[in-house]
């Protein structure tokens, strides 16, 4: 399968600090980012989708002025946490895909601590 | 909107026995894609299987393969030979034909192999 890496895979900060979690798609070229947080023990929940240098849209009651999502290549993206709380603490994933009928592939996920 | 469905939260096996995890879902689109998903203690996305909705033939991969029903809208997974790293979460996928479909995942089934 396709190669996607994720920086940091576990990161504790202060509350009310900013996070940025980089995804790149190694061997191919990613058209759209999906975003997700996954809580323990529940499955993965969709924060946002993004196309290459288009602005991101967010699923309903995820606040885009907190999650910032950039793509401003075909192989990185980006999101930061802003003025992170300790709710806010979860596991992100990124999921890149190539085409409209590619598969989608993961990052191997950030674990955001916030303290 | 679409919905999947996995109406067992955790199972468990013994090695080298067969398993079969249910997965149902409701669309109202005649053109998609299904999938399964595992997830190992490592938390990284593995895709496991994909198929088709046009295509009448069940999808295999090695010792695992699927039991595709279209009109019954069931999309189940069996594992054969089962061994130790198959213990994980998986999670059923449902995305439809358009451009710009996102996953919509199951709420996942904890599976164990025993030795």
């Known amino acids: 399968g396709a190669v996607v890496s994720q920086h940091p895979s576990w990161v504790i900060c202060k509350s009310g600090t900013s996070v940025k979690i980089e995804c790149r798609s190694l061997d191919f070229q990613a058209t759209t980012m999906f975003w997700y947080r996954q809580f323990p023990k529940q499955s993965l929940m969709l924060m946002a989708t993004s196309n290459e240098g288009s602005k991101a849209t967010y699923e309903q009651g995820v606040e885009k002025d907190k999650f910032l999502i950039n793509h401003a290549s075909l192989t990185l993206s980006t999101l930061t946490v802003t003025s992170a709380h300790p709710e806010d603490s979860s596991f992100y994933i990124c999921s890149p895909r190539q085409g409209a009928g590619d598969t989608q592939y993961f990052g191997p996920g950030t674990r955001l601590t916030v303290l | 909107a679409q919905t999947v469905t996995q109406s067992q939260p955790e199972m468990s096996v013994q090695e080298a026995e067969t398993v079969t995890l249910s997965c149902t879902y409701d669309t109202s689109e005649s053109n998609y894609y299904l999938f399964w998903y595992k997830q190992p203690p490592s938390r990284q996305m593995i895709l496991v299987i994909r198929q088709e909705a046009y295509k009448q033939q069940n999808a295999t991969e090695n010792r695992f393969s699927v039991n595709f029903q279209k009109a019954a809208k069931s999309f189940s997974l069996k594992i054969s030979d089962s061994q130790l790293g198959d213990t994980a979460m998986y999670f059923c996928?449902?995305?439809?034909?358009?451009?710009?479909?996102?996953?919509?995942f199951g709420e996942g089934t904890q599976l164990t192999v025993n030795p």
């Open positions: 996928a449902f995305r439809g034909g358009t451009s710009g479909s996102r996953l919509t």
